[in-house]
């Protein structure tokens, strides 16, 4: 049986895919086109002897920065229009 991996469960993983086929003495280094992302974890299950439970994960980095990132938008927004409408 496989060893659990040893990052925290909160810890996110950058992932990334590449198209391109071949070893790596055919393409340089990077090559291809792909995806590439930023996944976060949503919780993780507690085991229990015979007892399961969902336990969210909650970032509350992502959460203030979603937060201060929504008020700039808005004040953005509200002296942009002032400047327009005189």
Known sequence: MPSPPSASPAAAAEVSDSAAEGSDEELPARSGAGFGGL??????????????????????????????????????????????HG
Not at 61 to 74: C, E, F, P, Q
Not at 78 to 84: A, G
């Open 39 to 84: 996944i976060m974890p949503v919780g993780v299950y507690a085991v229990n002897g015979d007892q399961v439970r969902w336990i969210p994960v909650i970032d509350v980095t992502v959460v203030v920065l979603a937060g201060l990132s929504a008020v700039r938008l808005l004040v953005g927004l509200r002296s942009s229009r002032r400047r327009h």
